[in-house]
């Protein structure tokens, strides 16, 4: 199994910046994709980034040009740059980590980011 531990969620005025750090831990062989999900209350989860161990990303069209993913494949440490915030952007965000042929995705506790207008 895959454990996942995020980091540097918090409380920002709108207009600010977060970075967000998942670290994985556990059978972290042939990791493939990473990334971030984020769920607002009363709303479905949402994709928000992803990242291949080669570097190809995906983001969802309400962050694009304001939030960057990254990643250190040898740290299997996945990173969410996050800019111009807005109090849209509000959620619990969630690491996600799959594996080569693995039909599952690792999951980790979550990260609550708060944007006041």
């Known amino acids: 199994q895959v454990q996942l531990v995020e980091s540097g969620g918090g409380l920002v005025q709108a207009g600010g910046s977060l970075r967000l750090s998942c670290a994985a831990s556990?059978?972290?062989?042939?990791?493939?994709?990473m990334g971030w999900y984020r769920q607002a209350p009363d709303n479905q989860r949402d994709l928000v980034a992803s990242i291949t161990s080669g570097g190809n990303t995906n983001y969802a069209d309400s962050v694009k040009g304001r939030f960057t993913i990254s990643r250190v494949n040898a740290k299997n440490t996945v990173y969410l740059w996050m800019n111009s915030l807005k109090p849209e952007d509000t959620a619990v965000y969630y690491c996600f980590a799959r594996r080569t042929g693995d039909r599952m995705y690792s999951w980790g506790n979550g990260t609550l980011v708060t944007v006041s207008s």
């Open positions: 556990g059978s972290t062989s042939n990791i493939n994709l």
